[in-house]
């Protein structure tokens, strides 16, 4: 097998069939900045919750601190095709917010099911700049 088919068939081919978890753990998520939040568990919990549904990556600072925590949720190959896309979640400071996040992803997320009323609280427009960044 060559490289360049090694390339078409990698790992990362199979996470944009899923949806994919980008928690923010930078200069101000998940350290102490955010008070009475216990981050290692929150990303632990993310992890065992979509296991099976998701991947779930770090990342150093997205830069829309004044949102910490930050989760952003990108849509799996078949939610974009249908019209999903990026979903920006921030103060997701609160283990039910968490529980949410993962519930609604399970369930599809982005573009394949309609997230809990609630999480309409937690989503923010992040600047054009900061978005490119990650939606790519």
């Given at each position: 097998m060559n490289r360049r088919t090694r390339k078409a068939t990698a790992p990362?081919?199979?996470g944009a069939a899923r949806c994919t978890v980008t928690v923010c753990r930078g200069c101000c998520c998940g350290t102490?900045?955010?008070p009475g939040v216990d981050h290692a568990a929150q990303l632990a919990g993310l992890r065992q919750a979509l296991a099976d549904t998701a991947q779930v990556r770090v990342t150093g600072c997205l830069d829309?601190?004044?949102h910490a925590n930050v989760i952003v949720v990108q849509p799996s190959a078949a939610g974009r095709a249908a019209g999903g896309r990026p979903v920006w979640l921030g103060l997701?400071?609160?283990p039910?917010?968490?529980?949410?996040?993962a519930?609604?992803?399970?369930?599809g997320g982005p573009g394949l099911a309609d997230?809990?009323?609630v999480l309409d609280l937690y989503?923010?427009?992040?600047?054009r700049r900061v978005r490119q960044a990650i939606d790519g």
């Open positions: 990362a081919t199979a102490a900045k955010i829309a601190c004044e997701v400071n609160d039910a917010a968490t529980d949410d996040i519930a609604w992803i399970t369930a997230p809990p009323g989503a923010f427009t992040p600047s």
